[in-house]
């Protein structure tokens, strides 16, 4: 019970950036949307007094403003980055971005070789199968698992559109 327990609690974790992202999305749409009808306003008002023309300038502006607005968000994420990279070594940058990848893998592995090792021990020394499986494929061992993979592939199903 506990493992289903542990299994579904990691999963919805791995949800948990994207309901904020919905949230974040439900305001962004409000705010849109009142721009939107600020605009809608703005240019019946032009309309009602002959400013066609100035009407589609005005909106070009506006898209302009956003693209630019955008661009230079992008930017300042691009040179932030690159700031916190400067001065390190190519080793660090590399060790930088490879850190939750070697330490999902590294963990991966010892996991297995635990896992593997407590095996093969366990047939060198005579345990009898049942016995062998009963220890090493615990309860525990089993929330563990199931919280690790549900987490990660909690994490893939919520990214995906």
Not at 86 to 91: D, I, M, T
Request: aromatic letters at 16%.
């Amino acid at each position: 019970m506990f493992t289903l327990l542990t299994t579904l609690v990691s999963f919805l974790a791995g949800g948990l950036p994207k309901l904020m992202d919905y949230f974040q999305d439900k305001s962004d749409k409000a705010h849109e949307l009142q721009l939107a009808q600020m605009q809608t306003e703005r240019e019946l008002k032009m309309l009602k007094e002959g400013y066609v023309a100035q009407a589609r300038v005005e909106e070009i502006r506006t898209e302009q403003i956003s693209i630019q607005s955008a661009e230079k968000e992008r930017e300042a994420l691009y040179a932030h980055d690159i700031a916190i990279g400067q001065g390190a070594s190519q080793w660090v940058i590399n060790a930088r971005a490879f850190t939750r990848s070697f330490i999902t893998y590294g963990l991966f592995f010892l996991f297995a070789f635990v896992e593997i090792f407590g095996f093969y021990y366990a047939v060198k020394t005579g345990v009898d199968f049942s016995i062998a499986l009963d220890v090493l494929w615990d309860s525990e061992t089993q929330i563990v698992w199931a919280s690790v993979v549900s987490f990660w592939f909690g994490t893939q199903a919520f990214k995906s559109k």
